[in-house]
């Protein structure tokens, strides 16, 4: 079954139009035909952003889940399975069940030109249509207004997590013209829930806003996090402090996410809904996210894993590798689309060394030759290996490093995580 699966999804890839219109009509014609399944959803939580989509959708979903919610979520990527990215009601979607669905679609869609995000969105609508629940979260794919997910006509949340550049190519050259498109996703009536940003681009994100009569919170003003310790932080909403346990997932962003999360949680107490603290407390203290800082080991070195691949995520690591006080060598890959030389300039002061390898079965990723040329212009070593049986091979037998990071996509750790963990 799982080999079928694949089969058919190789398949949906070649649909691909050979010139991407960024609209959603393709979609909406689709839609159409299998009778509108966007517009008979339950309740959406809509997340844009450019960092911190998926762990603050898992902390919803979490919490949520605590208080006896059925949820559904939609996420991407997916780290191993595609089943990963479809969630109807708190279980992963069965791979019978998403076989029969998407053979179902691909049939009403007759081979004409769609992209592959275009019709497995296609899929999870249709499939979050026909099973209840209480609330559907959306992580959109790429940027917002043009966004296969903002199909969608209403939503009671709207949440833009941290922004910055990344995917230029469809979303403008510029932080202002990225943050636009990520704005994309508000509906009117909505609640808009803003997490930390650049002063830039919060300035920005006010006047952009600020006529529309939706509810707005920013981080900042409305929601804040007050202090921070080595098990719990404060997080004032509004006039009230609230006292949260640190979330299991590792680096101080992942309670900026969680901050996210439980402000959207306290407005939804405030329109009829109870979660009480306990329930958010159980729920952050539960979340657990693939892939994020996580950690395993490879002959009793550690090692992380996280799938940062843009300037902002590689601050992340920074700050809390410097935190730790901790230097890592790391084995890294990342898609050619990326930012590469800026990522290494940020990581660089933790970095004692470099294993540069292609992500097997990624064509568009940056080649070890690529990866090797940007470190020697910063003057941070590195070693071309063609697998990651021969890193892990040079790390163990000649390095014998005291940490190991694994990082620059979220496609190689997702390949790889299983030989760590």
Known sequence: MPKQLDKLLQQLITLHPKYIDLSLNRLLELLQKIDNPHLKLPPIIHIAGTNGKGSTLSYLRHIMMEN??????????????????????NKEVVTSKLLKNLQYIKKINNDNPITFFEITTAVAFYLFSKQKADFLILETGLGGRLDATNVVQNSLINIITPIDIDHQEYLGKNIIKITNEK????????NIIIGKQKKIITSYIKEKIKKKKNTKLFYGKQFKIMKTNSKKFTLRYKKIHYSINNPNLLGNHQIENASLAVAAILRLNELGYNFSNKIINQGIFKTKWAGRLEKGQLNNIPVYLDGAHNPDGATQLLKFFQKQNKKCWLIFGMLNNKDLLSYLKIIKPITLGVIAIKIKGEKNSFTPQQISMNCSKLNIACF????????????????MPKNILICGSLYLVGKIRYLYL
């Open 68 to 89: 006896k919610f059925l949820v559904h979520a939609y996420i991407s990527p997916h780290l191993k399975s595609f089943n990963e990215r479809i969630i109807l009601a």
């Open 183 to 190: 704005l994309g996703i508000v509906k009117k009536n909505s």
């Open 384 to 399: 071309e290996k063609k697998s990651i049986k021969d890193a892990n091979n040079f790390l163990t037998t000649k390095v």
